[in-house]
């Protein structure tokens, strides 16, 4: 009975051996690449901004019906982190190239967003992809 118990032993051991290697490969995958992603300028006689402008491009063979953002912009005393989803039917392989509506309600301090990155992604067969979390 020993030597069952340590064989478990070793195959928990192994399990989490193999775990741990497919674990950061898996955290890096991400199903949508940002092509670029910036703060559009504002309309004539007015400061704030005029949406965000993303282009993307769905990795993979599946459809996305919507995509979560992510995006990180500053004004002028303030940093923001928001989200914005765009739905549809993207195909994989097109570029998307659309601006959406986010930070509109904020004073323009130029294009480039400090971060732009996909955090769901659902599928038009019903399933959803998520960014891992950091602990």
Do not use: Q
């Amino acid at each position: 009975m020993k030597s069952s118990g340590r064989v478990f032993v070793a195959a928990l051991v192994g399990l989490a051996a193999v775990g741990a290697t497919i674990g950061p490969a898996r955290a890096a995958y991400t199903p949508v690449v940002i092509k670029s992603c910036t703060v559009v300028k504002p309309r004539p006689l007015s400061h704030n901004a005029n949406g965000t402008h993303i282009v993307y491009v769905i990795m993979g063979h599946r459809t996305a019906s919507s995509i979560t953002f992510a995006v990180g912009y500053r004004n002028a005393t303030m940093h923001y982190l928001r989200r914005v989803t765009d739905a549809g039917s993207f195909s994989p392989g097109v570029t998307i190239d659309h601006t959406l509506p986010l930070y509109n309600d904020v004073t323009y301090a130029g294009a480039p967003t400090t971060t732009c990155f996909p955090v769901e992604v659902k599928w038009a067969g019903g399933s959803v992809w998520m960014a891992p979390t950091k602990p």
